[in-house]
């Protein structure tokens, strides 16, 4: 199973794109996702994940894809290999998203807001319904 969950923010506007042959709308936006560990220096690690979405709905989304906005990205992580015109190999890594949500907005940055994905409590422990034990 292929599937990727992150929570970031946007390095920058989201970008509006069309797919040659189909006209199909697609956005293409960073995310800057910290690490859980530091450098050397002792300075934040800090990824910057490039992601596309693809389909109508992406038209109307792409206004509030701003710079700095928190998200969550749910999606499939996409390797796709090729030899350049130097018949150099190159990768290039992408985040196909399924669905995203919006956060946070620039002025909430300050507060720090947890995000906790649906069905999990706080601690991290995923809800159970009384009648799903077996004694």
Avoid at 78 to 106: F, G, H, Q, R
Wanted: a neutral charge.
């Amino acid at each position: 199973m292929n599937s990727i969950n992150l929570v970031g923010r946007l390095v920058a506007d989201a970008e509006l794109k069309y797919l040659p042959n189909s006209g199909t709308p697609k956005i293409l936006f960073r995310v800057a996702v910290d690490r859980k560990y530091k450098d050397r220096e002792g300075k934040k690690k800090v990824d910057f994940i490039p992601c596309e979405q693809l389909g109508k709905h992406v038209e109307n989304l792409v206004q509030y894809l701003t710079k700095g906005k928190q998200i969550y990205v749910f999606g499939e992580l996409n390797i796709d290999n090729y030899k350049d015109d130097n018949a150099c190999w190159k990768t290039i890594i992408k985040v196909n998203v399924n669905a995203l949500e919006l956060l946070s907005s620039k002025s909430d940055s300050n507060s720090k807001q947890e995000y906790i994905p649906p069905g999990l409590d706080p601690q991290g422990f995923q809800a159970i319904d009384d009648d799903d034990i077996p004694f």
